[in-house]
C-alpha cells in the first residue's frame, strides 16, 4: 500500500502524469487508485472521460457518512480507479481541504498503489494526505531558457517542494516533462538535480502532441497512443517507479536507464546527449 502525491508548477504536466502512472501500474498487475487533489480545478478525470461525475470527493466532503466507495469510478480499459473532484464551482464553496486526509485513508486500504494529484505551486490542497504518502514526484516542466535560468528556476521551485516533502519524511523523485531538442543541455539538468539538489531523476518525457490529442479524446496518452514517444517515455518512467518503490534499485542504476531513454527517445546526437555516458 504506497501513496504518491504528485506536485509542481502549473501547466508542468501533474494531471497528465498522474493519470499516465496509474494506467502504467495497473496495467503493470498494481491495483491503482487516482485521486484528484485539486480540489478548485479538477481536471483528472477528464483523462478518462469522466465528466460530470454526479458523486466525487466535494460530495463526500460535504457528506461525511457517505461512504468513499460511492465516489470511486472504474476505468475498465485501464483497469484504474477513479476518484474525482465536482466540475461545479458552488461545490467548493466551504470545503474542508483536511478532510481529504481521511478521504483518502479510508479509501487506499483497497489499494497497491494510490497516486494523488495537487493544485499548482505549494500543494495546499492535498498537504494533509502527505502524512499518509510515502513518495512524493515533483513535476517540471523544462522551457526554452538559458541555462542558468533553468538552474534558477529548479533552485526555486523543486528545492521548495522538495524540502516541504523532507518535511512530511517523503522520498522524493523528479520527473522532466515537455522536454523539446532545443530545451537545452538534459544531461546538464539532470546532474544538476541529482547531485546539486540531491533529487534522483525518474522521467523524462519529451513534449509530444500526442499528449494533448489524449485528453481531448478522454484517455491517458499510453492508453491512446502506446507508442507515441511520450507514452514510451512514460512507460519507461513508471518501471524506474516500479523498481525504486517495490525493489529499490540503486541509484547509479536508475539513472544508467534515464540516459539511454533521454538518448533513444529523443534521437539526440550521441555526442550531444552521450557525453557524460
Ligand atoms: N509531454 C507533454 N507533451 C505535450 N503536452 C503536454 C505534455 N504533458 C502535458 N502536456 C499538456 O500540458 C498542459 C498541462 O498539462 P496538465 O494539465 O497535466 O498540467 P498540470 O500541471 O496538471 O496543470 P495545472 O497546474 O493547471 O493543474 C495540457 O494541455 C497537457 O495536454
Ligand atoms: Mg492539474
Redesign the pocket.
Known amino acids: 500500500m504506497v501513496s504518491i502525491v504528485v506536485t509542481?508548477?502549473?501547466?508542468?504536466?501533474?494531471?497528465?502524469?498522474?493519470?499516465n502512472l496509474s494506467t502504467y501500474f495497473s496495467r503493470r498487475g498494481y491495483s491503482t487508485l487516482v485521486v484528484d487533489g485539486?480540489l478548485y480545478?479538477p481536471?483528472?478525470a477528464f483523462h478518462f472521460g469522466i465528466y460530470d461525475p454526479r458523486y466525487n470527493i466535494h460530495t463526500l466532503l460535504k457528506n461525511p457518512d457517505m461512504e468513499v466507495i460511492q465516489a470511486v469510478y472504474h476505468d475498465p480499459k485501464t483497469g484504474v480507479d477513479i476518484l474525482p473532484g465536482s466540475s461545479k464551482i458552488y461545490d467548493v464553496i466551504d470545503m474542508n481541504q483536511k478532510r481529504l486526509r481521511d478521504i483518502v485513508n479510508e479509501i487506499r486500504t483497497r489499494y497497491e498503489v494510490t497516486i494523488i494529484?495537487?493544485?499548482?505551486?505549494i500543494p495546499f490542497d492535498t498537504i494533509s494526505t502527505f502524512r499518509l504518502a510515502k513518495y512524493q514526484l515533483i513535476?517540471i516542466?523544462i522551457e526554452r531558457s538559458p541555462i542558468k535560468s533553468v538552474h534558477r528556476m529548479i533552485e526555486n521551485e523543486v528545492v521548495k517542494l522538495k524540502s516541504l516533502g523532507k518535511a512530511y519524511g517523503l522520498n522524493v523523485g523528479v520527473i522532466l516533462?515537455?522536454?523539446r531538442e532545443s530545451s537545452g543541455d538534459v544531461d546538464d539538468i539532470i546532474e544538476f538535480l541529482e547531485h546539486s539538489v540531491d533529487v534522483p531523476v525518474v522521467g523524462v518525457?519529451?513534449?509530444?502532441?500526442?499528449?494533448?490529442e489524449?485528453?481531448n479524446y478522454g484517455r491517458p496518452?499510453i492508453d491512446y497512443a502506446p507508442h507515441a514517444k511520450?507514452s514510451k517515455?512514460i512507460a519507461e518512467s513508471g518501471d524506474i517507479l516500479i523498481k525504486w518503490i517495490f525493489n529499490r534499485e540503486k541509484r547509479r542504476g536508475m539513472s544508467h536507464r534515464l540516459y539511454e531513454a533521454v538518448t533513444s527517445l529523443l534521437s539526440f546526437d550521441r555526442a550531444f546527449a552521450g557525453k557524460k555516458l
Not at 8 to 19: D, N, P
Not at 205 to 212: G, Y
Open positions: 509542481g508548477r502549473g501547466g508542468a504536466g501533474k494531471t497528465t502524469m498522474s493519470a485539486d480545478l481536471k483528472l494529484d495537487s493544485p499548482v505551486g513535476i516542466e516533462n515537455k522536454v518525457i519529451p513534449f509530444d502532441n500526442k499528449v494533448p489524449a485528453t496518452v511520450a517515455a
